[in-house]
């Protein structure tokens, strides 16, 4: 054995204690964070604040249902007025009588720069 090899040896049980003190470290810093969240969560229980959090989640699921209700109802009482159909065939209407006008406006300029030519 070489004295090399006695130093590599040395510096690696230096390296292992200083990554021991490290994970022991960090071990106490699990365990005071863990008591920490423990008392949070102590305090949120003994305060109501779940309670309260999840009768809000509560009340707005009921809101949200709700309006979904509503808006449902008013899409059948248009459906069966014919309100969506009317008005689909007005889109329709208005977009042929659209394209006719572009069709006369497009012949009308051609007839115009023909006549000036």
Avoid at 9 to 19: G, H, N, V, Y
Avoid at 76 to 87: N, P, S, V
């Amino acid at each position: 054995m070489s004295a090399d090899d006695t130093c590599v040896r040395i510096r690696d049980c230096s390296r292992t204690s200083d990554l021991n003190a490290e994970s022991i470290k960090k071990v106490g810093d699990i365990r005071e964070s863990s008591s920490t969240t423990r008392q949070l969560i102590h305090t949120l229980v003994r305060n109501g604040t779940f309670e309260e959090l999840a009768r809000a989640i509560f009340e707005t699921t009921i809101a949200i249902r709700d309006t979904a209700n509503e808006v449902n109802e008013i899409v059948k009482d248009l459906k069966d007025r014919g309100t969506i159909k009317d008005t689909a065939s007005a889109v329709i209407e208005t977009t042929n009588a659209t394209r006719n006008t572009i069709e006369i406006a497009k012949a009308a300029r051609k007839t115009k720069n023909t006549e000036e030519g």
